[in-house]
């Protein structure tokens, strides 16, 4: 008998005690014991979907009878939503596949296996979305304490507790760019860069200048002082200093419209 040895988890952070080290290590001591042979298939995946890239391979190998069943270390490393479980469900059983968890073979046309595996396919999928519910929760506890800010434009930085605030030296090559910009002897963002490339080199602050850089930077309404980010649903205005002065701003939003 060949069995694929599948090994899910959602991110690399994952706890030790489920890494994909872990499973499959607990996967292929299953099979030695059990005198299978085996394929190893691991996913950097959300549970919460049946499309995976090794899974998809795995069940195409399984449905070509090129594999006879499948392991996992448990449940929820096949699915952890409810539907998704159930389409895995089907799949096992319309092709016949051997199903084992853990050190157990799962029967899913018994009534007693297939109760608790809908059962434990129930539990995975609360405990995803009770998951997804404290990460909103957190990240939406930042954004209303000012953090939780991800990359920032070229001006700001970001202090030891997170909080964005004004990079001097950056926001003085800010101001510069929509000086130059509003020069009337300048047209177009190429003529900006030209003249920055003679001042700095191609390379400012480890930024490169050309490659839409000046484009970003003219009109980014970040630069008025208040970061807009919207999340789920709701926007938050975080205040991260004013480095551009309105009427400027709109100035440049007139010249980059023509």
């Known amino acids: 008998m060949r069995i694929g040895i599948y090994c899910r988890v959602s991110g690399m952070s994952q706890k030790e005690n489920s890494s994909l080290e872990n499973q499959k290590f607990l ?78 073979e799962v029967y899913l046309e018994e009534s007693k296996d297939r109760f608790e595996y809908n059962i434990r396919s129930v539990m995975s999928d609360y405990e995803r979305m009770r998951i997804i519910e404290r990460m909103d929760y957190g990240r939406k506890r930042k954004l209303q304490n000012g953090l939780g800010i991800g990359n920032v434009s070229l001006g700001y930085e970001k202090n030891k507790e997170g909080y964005v605030i004004i ?58 002082g208040i970061k807009e980010i919207k999340f789920k649903n709701e926007i938050f205005s975080i205040k991260i200093g004013k480095i551009i002065e309105e009427e400027e701003m709109n100035e440049v939003l007139r010249k980059k419209e023509l």
Not at 56 to 75: A, Q, T
């Open 167 to 224: 990079n001097e030296e950056e926001s003085k090559v800010v101001k510069e760019i929509y000086k130059i910009f509003l020069r009337k002897d300048v047209k177009f963002f190429k003529d900006v860069e030209k003249r920055l490339i003679n001042k700095y080199g191609k390379l400012i602050f480890g930024r490169r200048i050309e490659g839409g850089l000046v484009e970003r930077i003219l009109g980014n309404k970040d630069y008025l």
């Open 27 to 104: 996967g292929i001591e299953f099979c030695n014991r059990s005198n299978y042979e085996f394929e190893v298939f691991e996913d950097v995946e959300s549970g919460g979907k049946l499309d995976r890239k090794e899974f998809n391979r795995l069940l195409e190998l399984c449905k070509k009878k090129k594999l006879d069943g499948i392991w996992v270390y448990d449940n929820d490393r096949l699915s952890r939503d409810v539907e998704v479980g159930g389409d895995i469900r089907r799949i096992i059983i319309q092709y016949n596949l051997k199903l084992f968890i853990g050190w157990d």
